[in-house]
């Protein structure tokens, strides 16, 4: 049916519309601040404002609509449907297209204002809209809910009581009863303090504090057990890291040449200081903005005001004029986001699109920070005071410059060509209750004392942001999500708040109790809500209802941070060094990592293998070179304020957790560890590792796999041949691939070789490949060639007398290597002797050689010149010795025979090698048959020197020394390999990874 309506035009209907209301004699007046307003204050004033408006057309007054714009009257009186106003709006050409996109007014809101004009436009007297008056569907007002003074709500009254430890729960269960859900059981005792120990100290517990707590798991030892772990030191450690995030805290200044900001370890050992010493969080505030500037004043205050230097900074911006206004954002963006969790850095260049926030507010905040040294100074300040400005040359802080600021303009786009007004410091107009621009400085002061009145501003109780927001923030990392869950931003675009009652109930009780962080953990770990279960028995219905868990029905399984997940690895290990405080340690970083730095070698040096072993938040954090371990695991991005880091469960985490280096370490020493306690013992080397691990004792069926794990790898070391499965083939190809590229000597008796008439040896061809072939080509200093020496296999046979050979090339770049050999020793004198070496004069204290003195003791450099003991020399022996960055250790066969916990310092090695005497020093021969040498550019990894002690044991017919030391544990050999892949599978477990 044709349907004549179909034919007109939008714009026609609405004319029509128009039509029929003038024509209606009872047309209904409208009401300005309930109809028209909003849709004014919604749609048009924020480009029609009173300050720069579009078009010179004014919507905020009355004398603005009658005054009109540059094109015009916008109403006209006479004719209402000839109104500009309401012909742009009717066409759709206001409000104006974004982003490609119409913004045309739906019919409902383009009808009242038809209405409204033809009604005559009144405009209440002295009526002046403001945009930010009141909340509608595009942006937050003045009356946003985080806006409003916190007041302490009634604790709701629940029908199971029961489940109530405190007011948290009743705010919990509350709601959970009105959607007709339960919350969870409480968790068992085992799994809460293994929780209680991950949420405050980011250690595990032990199995006897574990097995001592379910002991008595009243709540009164739970109360006494939270309050135990507030007290401990680590405390200040796990909760100063969550701060650091929020700082943005990094100890260099990014961009290119990515300098070091000296002491900034400083301002993160305050950090864990102030919350180990639950300083209320009102003067936490008031020493990091303007430690400077109190009237108590000390060295701690100033360290406190590191977190205003901790941003990054470029020593050769574009422009330095336009420069100092990027700080100046960093500075506001850092202490907005961090203290009253808001999004004001979006006001830099107009006003803020969704909070009540306009654009001289931002200057107003910014103007508190423009009299430090800001502008550009000399590059070796690093963005920061004078030390004479300071006070102290060995604090990372900040200061005013003066007494006295240059004007802040505001600037219109954000542009430094384009100055507005001068902006005076002040607050946020956002809480006009509390909002105050601030007074000039005391006569006396030596600062402006600006940071001052807007630290004792955030820190008021008037201010109902912040304690709202760290209340948050303590939420977040107890139950892994916020109330509100997005907490840097309490404004319109961030999320609202789960509980707000609950929310605010918390705030006041921080303000209430002096501020105390310490009293909202307790109050939150005390809570039943907190102790509930990950599990619940309608968990598949309940998840339906509700996914994201916003009712908090049930305990989040997390897995856990960077930080912790190596600091646990470290704990079970049993080689954590828990010492505190001080310069931060650099972690060994793969060469691999490197490859983008320019000066590589100088860009990195990691600290001493010792040093390592401290927690995680001591790990030096340098901004372009993050420890890739750190971001597998979501280390957060320092360039930035982080209030949340991501969480994710992906496949590089899990090939980190098989093939690091760093659990490899772990692994073993776990391992090593296991067997003090369980010698040969498999059913208790699975006990004990299941123990120390994962603070529990196994189940008969772990115990079963576990001890069949044990016996399947064993076999596999023991037998890498013929029994492998293909894919192990596949490996141990590889391993050999992977030692062929590392070995850059090989020097065998049974190589292709030139002999003298003599028998002596003219050369001898390196089979490693990498033709560094030794020879000797004065007759008199040769060796003899033997060619049924050990084993009816050739030797070369050394006598004492000057004889030693002369090795091609440059071997090794740093002590980082691994030295095999097979000899014999015939020395009666006891003095010095080499196998390989490469003394010289010129580095007599930082070469490196592996030889014997005295009655067979090794040496390995003069820096390790006790390296064990070699057992029954006379006969063939196999010796090894292993360098690294974790120190250095000497096998007698598959025997640790000595173990150095200190790396050797650096070495020189640039001078020639040498095989059977100690470098040119015409000295310290060899006197004894030398097989073969190898030499390989890194330390041999256990399985890799396993399967290269097994080739020459079995071609030398090499047998395990009686003479090696007792009780020690047989690094390499195939039941240590076995067990610490056991001990790594634990490693990989969720129940390691994640915490319930």
């Given at each position: 049916?044709?349907?004549?309506?179909?034919?007109?035009?939008?714009?026609?209907?609405?004319?029509?519309?128009?039509?029929?209301?003038?024509?209606?004699?009872?047309?209904?007046?409208?009401?300005?601040?309930?109809?028209?307003?909003?849709?004014?204050?919604?749609?048009?004033?924020?480009?029609?404002?009173?300050?720069?408006?579009?078009?010179?057309?004014?919507?905020?007054?009355?004398?603005?609509?009658?005054?009109?714009?540059?094109?015009?009257?916008?109403?006209?009186?006479?004719?209402?449907?000839?109104?500009?106003?309401?012909?742009?709006?009717?066409?759709?050409?206001?409000?104006?297209?974004?982003?490609?996109?119409?913004?045309?007014?739906?019919?409902?809101?383009?009808?009242?204002?038809?209405?409204?004009?033809?009604?005559?436009?009144?405009?209440?007297?002295?009526?002046?809209?403001?945009?930010?008056?009141?909340?509608?569907?595009?942006?937050?007002?003045?009356?946003?809910?985080?806006?409003?003074?916190?007041?302490?709500?009634?604790?709701?009254?629940?029908?199971?009581?029961?489940?109530?430890?405190?007011?948290?729960?009743?705010?919990?269960?509350?709601?959970?009863?009105?959607?007709?859900?339960?919350?969870?059981?409480?968790?068992?005792?085992?799994?809460?303090?293994?929780?209680?120990?991950?949420?405050?100290?980011?250690?595990?517990?032990?199995?006897?504090?574990?097995?001592?707590?379910?002991?008595?798991?009243?709540?009164?030892?739970?109360?006494?057990?939270?309050?135990?772990?507030?007290?401990?030191?680590?405390?200040?450690?796990?909760?100063?890291?969550?701060?650091?995030?929020?700082?943005?805290?990094?100890?260099?200044?990014?961009?290119?040449?990515?300098?070091?900001?000296?002491?900034?370890?400083?301002?993160?050992?305050?950090?864990?200081?102030?919350?180990?010493?639950?300083?209320?969080?009102?003067?936490?505030?008031?020493?990091?903005?303007?430690?400077?500037?109190?009237?108590?004043?000390?060295?701690?205050?100033?360290?406190?005001?590191?977190?205003?230097?901790?941003?990054?900074?470029?020593?050769?911006?574009?422009?330095?004029?336009?420069?100092?206004?990027?700080?100046?954002?960093?500075?506001?963006?850092?202490?907005?986001?961090?203290?009253?969790?808001?999004?004001?850095?979006?006001?830099?260049?107009?006003?803020?699109?969704?909070?009540?926030?306009?654009?001289?507010?931002?200057?107003?905040?910014?103007?508190?920070?423009?009299?430090?040294?800001?502008?550009?100074?000399?590059?070796?300040?690093?963005?920061?005071?004078?030390?004479?400005?300071?006070?102290?040359?060995?604090?990372?802080?900040?200061?005013?410059?003066?007494?006295?600021?240059?004007?802040?303009?505001?600037?219109?786009?954000?542009?430094?060509?384009?100055?507005?007004?001068?902006?005076?410091?002040?607050?946020?107009?956002?809480?006009?209750?509390?909002?105050?621009?601030?007074?000039?400085?005391?006569?006396?002061?030596?600062?402006?004392?600006?940071?001052?009145?807007?630290?004792?501003?955030?820190?008021?109780?008037?201010?109902?942001?912040?304690?709202?927001?760290?209340?948050?923030?303590?939420?977040?990392?107890?139950?892994?999500?916020?109330?509100?869950?997005?907490?840097?931003?309490?404004?319109?675009?961030?999320?609202?708040?789960?509980?707000?009652?609950?929310?605010?109930?918390?705030?006041?009780?921080?303000?209430?109790?002096?501020?105390?962080?310490?009293?909202?953990?307790?109050?939150?770990?005390?809570?039943?809500?907190?102790?509930?279960?990950?599990?619940?028995?309608?968990?598949?219905?309940?998840?339906?209802?509700?996914?994201?868990?916003?009712?908090?029905?049930?305990?989040?399984?997390?897995?856990?941070?960077?930080?912790?997940?190596?600091?646990?690895?470290?704990?079970?290990?049993?080689?954590?060094?828990?010492?505190?405080?001080?310069?931060?340690?650099?972690?060994?970083?793969?060469?691999?990592?490197?490859?983008?730095?320019?000066?590589?070698?100088?860009?990195?040096?990691?600290?001493?293998?010792?040093?390592?072993?401290?927690?995680?938040?001591?790990?030096?954090?340098?901004?372009?070179?993050?420890?890739?371990?750190?971001?597998?695991?979501?280390?957060?991005?320092?360039?930035?304020?982080?209030?949340?880091?991501?969480?994710?469960?992906?496949?590089p985490q899990a090939l980190a957790l098989l093939n690091h280096a760093f659990v490899h370490q772990r692994s073993q020493a776990l391992a090593q560890r296991v067997a003090e306690v369980a010698g040969a013992d498999e059913r208790l080397q699975v006990e004990t590792a299941w123990e120390l691990a994962l603070g529990r004792s196994p189940t008969a069926q772990e115990i079963r796999l576990g001890v069949e794990h044990l016996r399947a790898q064993r076999t596999r070391f023991e037998n890498p041949g013929p029994a492998a499965p293909a894919a192990e083939h596949a490996d141990a190809a590889g391993m050999q691939a992977a030692l062929n590229k590392a070995l850059v000597l090989h020097v065998r008796a049974d190589s292709e070789m030139e002999l003298d008439e003599a028998g002596r040896l003219i050369s001898l061809v390196d089979r490693s490949g990498k033709r560094?072939?030794?020879?000797?080509?004065?007759?008199?200093?040769?060796?003899?060639?033997?060619?049924?020496?050990?084993?009816?296999?050739?030797?070369?046979?050394?006598?004492?007398?000057?004889?030693?050979?002369?090795?091609?090339?440059?071997?090794?770049?740093?002590?980082?290597?691994?030295?095999?050999?097979?000899?014999?020793?015939?020395?009666?004198?006891?003095?010095?002797?080499?196998?390989?070496?490469?003394?010289?004069?010129?580095?007599?204290?930082?070469?490196?050689?592996?030889?014997?003195?005295?009655?067979?003791?090794?040496?390995?450099?003069?820096?390790?010149?006790?390296?064990?003991?070699?057992?029954?020399?006379?006969?063939?022996?196999?010796?090894?010795?292993?360098?690294?960055?974790?120190?250095?250790?000497?096998?007698?066969?598959?025997?640790?025979?000595?173990?150095?916990?200190?790396?050797?310092?650096?070495?020189?090695?640039?001078?020639?090698?040498?095989?059977?005497?100690?470098?040119?020093?015409?000295?310290?021969?060899?006197?004894?048959?030398?097989?073969?040498?190898?030499?390989?550019?890194?330390?041999?990894?256990?399985?890799?020197?396993?399967?290269?002690?097994?080739?020459?044991?079995?071609?030398?017919?090499?047998?395990?020394?009686?003479?090696?030391?007792?009780?020690?544990?047989?690094?390499?050999?195939?039941?240590?390999?076995?067990?610490?892949?056991?001990?790594q599978v634990l490693f990989n477990s969720n129940e390691f990874v994640y915490v319930d």
């Open positions: 049916m044709y349907n004549a309506m179909s034919c007109l035009r939008p714009a026609s209907v609405c004319l029509i519309l128009f039509m029929l209301l003038s024509m209606s004699p009872m047309v209904k007046a409208i009401d300005f601040n309930s109809e028209v307003a909003p849709l004014l204050v919604r749609r048009c004033v924020e480009c029609h404002k009173d300050v720069d408006s579009a078009g010179g057309l004014n919507l905020t007054e009355a004398s603005g609509l009658r005054a009109g714009g540059e094109s015009g009257a916008a109403v006209d009186a006479d004719r209402p449907g000839d109104s500009l106003l309401l012909q742009r709006v009717v066409d759709g050409e206001m409000p104006p297209a974004k982003r490609g996109e119409s913004q045309k007014l739906p019919p409902e809101e383009i009808a009242i204002l038809q209405k409204w004009i033809q009604t005559g436009a009144e405009w209440p007297k002295d009526r002046k809209l403001d945009i930010y008056e009141s909340t509608s569907s595009v942006r937050g007002g003045r009356d946003w809910w985080s806006l409003q003074p916190v007041v302490r709500p009634q604790v709701p009254q629940v029908q199971h009581a029961q489940r109530v430890s405190n007011p948290v729960d009743a705010f919990v269960l509350a709601r959970l009863e009105a959607q007709q859900m339960e919350p969870a059981p409480i968790a068992p005792p085992g799994i809460r303090i293994r929780r209680l120990y991950q949420d405050l100290l980011g250690l595990p517990p032990t199995k006897k504090q574990i097995d001592a707590f379910q002991g008595d798991a009243s709540q009164e030892a739970w109360s006494k057990q939270v309050q135990t772990l507030l007290d401990s030191p680590h405390y200040g450690e796990r909760w100063a890291r969550h701060w650091l995030d929020v700082v943005r805290f990094a100890e260099t200044s990014g961009y290119e040449r990515d300098q070091e900001k000296p002491f900034a370890w400083k301002y993160r050992d305050w950090v864990v200081a102030a919350l180990n010493a639950d300083k209320p969080y009102d003067r936490f505030v008031l020493e990091q903005l303007a430690g400077d500037e109190l009237g108590d004043r000390s060295k701690e205050t100033v360290v406190a005001t590191g977190l205003l230097r901790l941003g990054t900074w470029n020593d050769e911006p574009n422009q330095d004029a336009d420069y100092q206004y990027e700080r100046l954002e960093d500075l506001v963006h850092a202490t907005t986001s961090a203290f009253l969790g808001l999004t004001v850095k979006c006001a830099r260049c107009h006003d803020h699109k969704f909070d009540p926030i306009p654009q001289v507010d931002y200057y107003r905040i910014a103007a508190a920070f423009w009299a430090g040294p800001i502008a550009s100074r000399d590059r070796k300040l690093l963005g920061g005071p004078t030390v004479d400005e300071l006070g102290y040359d060995d604090v990372l802080g900040w200061t005013d410059v003066g007494r006295e600021a240059r004007p802040l303009h505001v600037l219109k786009n954000g542009e430094r060509h384009a100055p507005l007004g001068v902006a005076a410091p002040g607050s946020l107009s956002a809480i006009p209750a509390s909002f105050r621009l601030f007074d000039a400085a005391p006569a006396e002061a030596k600062t402006t004392h600006r940071r001052r009145q807007l630290a004792e501003w955030i820190a008021s109780r008037e201010n109902p942001l912040t304690a709202r927001v760290v209340v948050n923030r303590l939420w977040q990392h107890h139950f892994g999500q916020g109330l509100v869950r997005s907490p840097n931003n309490f404004g319109f675009r961030g999320d609202l708040p789960t509980h707000p009652k609950l929310l605010d109930w918390l705030a006041a009780e921080l303000m209430d109790h002096d501020w105390s962080l310490k009293h909202i953990h307790r109050l939150i770990l005390t809570s039943t809500t907190w102790q509930q279960a990950s599990s619940h028995p309608q968990f598949d219905l309940y998840r339906e209802r509700d996914f994201a868990n916003q009712l908090w029905w049930h305990a989040p399984r997390r897995r856990i941070d960077a930080e912790a997940l190596r600091d646990r690895l470290l704990f079970v290990s049993g080689e954590l060094d828990l010492r505190a405080g001080g310069p931060s340690f650099r972690p060994t970083i793969a060469p691999e990592a490197l490859e983008g730095l320019s000066r590589r070698a100088a860009a990195w040096v990691a600290s001493p293998p010792k040093e390592q072993l401290r927690r995680s938040l001591y790990m030096y954090s340098k901004r372009h070179l993050i420890s890739p371990w750190m971001t597998t695991f979501d280390f957060c991005d320092t360039t930035l304020p982080c209030a949340q880091r991501e969480v994710t469960t992906v496949a560094h072939h030794v020879s000797q080509p004065v007759a008199a200093q040769r060796p003899l060639w033997v060619e049924r020496g050990i084993h009816d296999r050739p030797v070369i046979r050394f006598d004492g007398q000057a004889r030693w050979l002369q090795v091609y090339g440059k071997l090794l770049d740093d002590a980082n290597c691994t030295v095999i050999a097979v000899a014999s020793d015939q020395s009666q004198h006891g003095k010095h002797r080499s196998i390989v070496s490469n003394w010289n004069r010129t580095n007599s204290t930082t070469s490196l050689f592996l030889g014997l003195t005295g009655d067979y003791t090794v040496r390995l450099s003069d820096q390790y010149r006790n390296a064990g003991r070699v057992a029954a020399a006379k006969q063939p022996f196999l010796l090894t010795a292993v360098s690294n960055a974790e120190g250095a250790r000497t096998y007698q066969s598959t025997s640790l025979i000595s173990k150095r916990t200190q790396p050797l310092m650096a070495r020189n090695l640039e001078t020639p090698w040498v095989i059977g005497q100690q470098g040119n020093i015409d000295g310290e021969y060899w006197n004894g048959d030398i097989a073969e040498v190898r030499i390989y550019s890194r330390a041999l990894t256990p399985q890799e020197l396993s399967s290269v002690w097994q080739q020459l044991i079995e071609r030398y017919e090499i047998a395990q020394v009686d003479g090696a030391p007792s009780g020690e544990f047989e690094v390499g050999s195939p039941a240590e390999l076995a067990l610490a892949s056991l001990c």
